[in-house]
């Protein structure tokens, strides 16, 4: 029996097959489009789902869509109505879409899959609960999911055991702790929806000094977790954007244009809502823990991207272990949609083994055999040799080893927004320099952003605090204190992007300003091919520690196919690019242009 679940139409849409029950394929529509947080019909995606069980829509026994439309249209109404006058601008925007296809889901799946079956409709946070308690290794949970907003649910808690899922409590819009950190997101310049991992990043480089204010001007925060906003300085219920001049006027002036440089406003406001965020999430997983008494914690939602947050969880509250949805925000809905189906609506029995998760270390995107990525490379006159696994394996790691940045195309594509070890570029975390080299050179980006390490399983609490497995790099943990470099009693007096070119421990490029990193371990039980590359390297330098980040560049999507991994190599600075068994050196490739042929070859089915 095979189930589609599907979610789109706010960002991340995404589709994601399962087959009796396995969960067998899953990915996002912006890998397909190219268009970074696609959120339109996931088509691209429901095909690629289908084509890789080799089945139609017509052999699909239920299609699972991750909310309920009709309920969530009747927020938006009631929220324009209790807001009118103000809020009739924002109800004119979105009626458009509402009426045009957001209020006929059932239609629209029949007429884009030519589907003829049933479709179910579970609310959000429970297609957010079920992503995240069916797939993890536990067989009994609480789970917490925290998000901007579904239906009207922002904030949801619950167990799951069995094959079945109960919600025990709300919180409902506005008070909403994924729209509070998108409103400083908006606020210090970024984007909503897709950049609040980056005021994440930001926040070391702060000061706390809004803390305070926060919490006496916007949030009535409770001891459960439970929290009220004050809307008098927000405007999503009813304006065109998250904050209003009030806001301004508490937080020392406008917000910060696009773009713009960065102050030290900037920096202490990420510091401050993140302490506040964390606060928060802390409260909310120990009420959690003294409703359920259980063990064992799930977590989903966009929120659950929150891997500072995430770590202190683990480290502070009650709970002995923790499991987080890799594709924690949208996109993992259309994952939970179709376990809610199978599990909860089927009542099909649900079977964990300890210790184990059922997501296939969240590769479950398309693979390209080395016939298809020759065929690419040849045709497109690109200079390549072609190696054996040993022979591969062992020059990537010299490569790494020599302060090279290499792209890594290999097997499946990572489902969810992290790189994983199939679409990466890797790099030496020993290297002072690589941080900026890849931050400016390769991705394009701004230069505070922090690089993630791959480290192997068996030697994590070598380099980090951490016990645990954390192999969606989803938990933030920080450097042991063996490996910290003490700074000068100059730096420790410096403030702001000051402190970014400090060397902080012998594995510089993945230590943040405040010693931390946000890990993955790595296994070969999951990525056999990546673990062995790092053992080389480890073998070969006595570091098992290397920089992971996602194989794209500022503004783009994560590549999927080669033709895209090559265009990405040529557009920057890397020095080397492995796809399969291929290894191709930039210096020896033939001069790189984008006419519009070549783009039309480039979008690969």
């Known amino acids: 029996m095979h189930i589609l679940g599907i979610s789109c139409f706010y960002h991340d849409s995404a589709a994601a097959l399962l087959k009796d029950g396995a969960i067998i394929a899953a990915a996002q529509e912006e890998r397909f489009t190219r268009k970074k947080h696609d959120f339109g019909f996931p088509v691209h995606a429901a095909e ?56 006929w889901i059932p239609s629209l799946i029949r007429e884009e899959l030519r589907y003829t079956g049933p479709i179910l409709f579970p609310e959000h946070h429970e297609s957010h609960a079920a992503s995240a308690f069916f797939p993890s290794p536990f067989d009994r949970a609480a789970f917490l999911t925290m998000d901007g907003v579904g239906e009207w649910a922002t904030t949801s808690y619950g167990t799951g055991s069995g094959n079945d899922i109960h919600i025990l409590a709300d919180l409902n819009f506005p008070h909403s702790i994924g729209l509070l950190y998108s409103a400083f997101t908006y606020f210090t310049g970024f984007k909503v929806n897709s950049a609040e991992y980056k005021v994440m990043g930001l926040a070391p480089y702060g000061e706390p000094r809004f803390v305070q204010t926060i919490y006496d001007h916007l949030l009535d925060l409770k001891p459960d977790g439970s929290f009220r906003m004050n809307m008098e300085y927000f405007d999503y219920c009813a304006g065109l954007r998250m904050t209003n001049d009030r806001f301004s006027a508490l937080f020392e002036g406008p917000p910060r244009e ?40 799930v977590l989903a939602g966009g929120v659950a991207l929150n891997c500072v947050g995430n770590g202190r969880i683990l480290r502070e509250s009650p709970f002995e272990n923790i499991w987080i949805q890799p594709a924690a925000g949208d996109a993992g809905g259309a994952l939970g949609a179709a376990l809610y189906a199978w599990h909860v609506y089927l009542e099909k029995d649900r079977t964990t083994v300890p210790g184990r998760d059922s997501q296939s270390g969240s590769l479950l995107g398309p693979a390209f055999s080395d016939e298809e990525i ?40 990572e489902f969810g927004p992290r790189a994983l070890g199939a679409r990466s570029i890797l790099g030496d975390a020993r290297s002072p320099k690589m941080q900026g080299v890849m931050n400016l050179k390769i991705k394009f980006r701004e230069s505070f952003r ?72 790595v296994t070969r039980d999951t990525n056999p091919l990546f673990a062995e590359l790092i053992e080389r390297f480890y073998r070969k330098t006595g570091c098992p520690v290397i920089i992971n980040t996602s194989f794209n560049v500022r503004g783009e999507p994560i590549v999927c196919t080669p033709a895209e991994a090559y265009r990405c190599f040529m557009r920057t600075q890397m020095d080397a690019l492995v796809m399969g068994h291929y290894l191709l050196a930039k210096k020896d490739q033939p001069e790189f242009t984008e006419d519009s042929s070549w783009m039309q070859e480039f979008a690969l089915d």
């Not at 969530?72 to 103000?86: D, Q, Y």
């Not at 406003?265 to 008494?293: F, G, K, N, P, Y």
């Not at 100059?490 to 403030?495: I, P, R, V």
């Not at 992007?497 to 405040?514: F, G, M, Q, Y």
Request: some cysteine; glycine content about 4%.
């Open 48 to 103: 690629y789902c289908l084509r890789s069980a080799g089945i139609t829509a017509a052999d699909l026994a239920y299609i699972a869509f991750y909310d309920k439309p009709l309920l969530k249209f009747e927020r938006i109404l009631e929220t324009s109505l209790a807001m009118a006058p103000k809020g009739i601008s924002s109800f004119l925007m979105a009626m458009p879409l509402w009426l045009k296809e957001k209020l």
């Open 374 to 413: 020759e065929d690419f490379l040849t045709t497109h006159h690109a200079v390549y040799r072609k190696l054996s696994r040993e022979d591969l394996l062992e020059e990537v790691a010299d490569l790494i080893a020599g302060e090279n940045v290499v792209g890594w195309h290999q097997g499946r594509m």
């Open 450 to 521: 922090p690089f993630a390490p791959s480290v192997l399983r068996e030697h994590v609490s070598e380099y980090f605090e951490m016990e645990c497995d954390s192999p969606y790099m989803l938990l933030v943990a920080p450097v042991v204190n063996k490996r910290r470099i003490a700074m000068t009693g100059d730096e420790e007096h410096l403030f702001g992007i000051e402190k970014l070119n400090i060397p902080r421990s012998d594995i510089p490029a993945v230590t943040h300003v405040d010693y931390s990193a946000r890990v993955q371990t």
């Open 258 to 297: 696009p773009e713009s440089p960065l102050t030290q406003r900037e920096m202490d406001l990420a510091r401050s809502l993140q302490e506040v965020t964390e606060e928060i999430m802390l409260r909310m997983a120990r009420h959690v823990h003294a409703e359920t008494s259980e063990r064992n914690l």
